[in-house]
């Protein structure tokens, strides 16, 4: 079976899911990185910068694809993953997957991502309005619906650490 972690940026998919794989004896995956290797480039603002985003979203579709035809891994999502139609499909139609929303306010994901020295680097921002909090507001808005629609399972990680969410997961969901 597959896990696959759905939220928005910051909302701790990578960092939850390398203890949840560990702890599982599962391999970690996460979307983000996979699509960054098939571009050779490690930051996805560059790879936007460079190629644009349709390009990297064309990879991250097939990337999701491949990941889900898989076994035995908890998979990241990238925060925009479910918002191309077609990964979205493949996430949905996955056999063998518990797929879960990593929920998150949006204070709280502002103040990770503004903690996370690499995110400022190499994410891009993803409205006009510059990478804040009213970004994050209004991005989440347009995603939160999305999310909750593919999740099987909603866990509020807001005020959970790490640990405590692995530990959560395990015993309610797995």
């Keep these: 079976m597959n896990i696959v972690l759905?939220?928005?940026r910051g909302c701790?998919?990578?960092?939850?899911?390398k203890k949840l794989a560990?702890?599982?004896?599962?391999?970690?995956?996460?979307?983000?990185?996979?699509?960054?290797?098939?571009?050779?480039?490690?930051s996805i603002a560059r790879i936007w910068e460079l190629h644009g985003e349709p390009a990297w979203r064309?990879?991250?579709?097939?990337?999701?694809?491949?990941?889900?035809a898989r076994d035995d891994q908890?998979?990241?999502?990238?925060?925009?993953?479910?918002?191309?139609p077609d990964a979205r499909q493949a996430v949905e139609q996955a056999a063998h997957?518990?797929?879960?929303?990593?929920?998150?306010?949006?204070?709280e994901l502002f103040r990770r991502v503004s903690q996370d020295p690499n995110?400022?680097?190499?994410?891009?921002?993803?409205?006009?309005?510059?990478?804040g909090l009213e970004e994050i507001k209004t991005v989440l808005a347009q995603r939160?619906?999305?999310y909750r629609q593919v999740a099987d399972a909603i866990f509020d990680v807001t005020h959970v650490s790490p640990d405590e969410a692995v530990r959560y997961l395990i015993a309610k969901y797995l």
């Design 119 to 131: 995110s400022c680097d190499t994410r891009p921002n993803l409205t006009p309005l510059g990478g």
């Design 144 to 146: 939160d619906p999305v």
């Design 74 to 84: 908890v998979i990241g999502l990238g925060g925009g993953t479910l918002m191309q």
């Design 6 to 8: 759905i939220g928005y």
């Design 97 to 107: 997957a518990k797929r879960i929303y990593l929920y998150c306010e949006p204070e």
């Design 58 to 68: 064309q990879q991250e579709i097939e990337v999701t694809r491949e990941l889900m």
């Design 12 to 17: 701790g998919k990578t960092t939850i899911g």
């Design 22 to 42: 560990h702890q599982l004896w599962k391999t970690f995956v996460d979307v983000d990185e996979q699509t960054c290797k098939r571009f050779g480039i490690d």
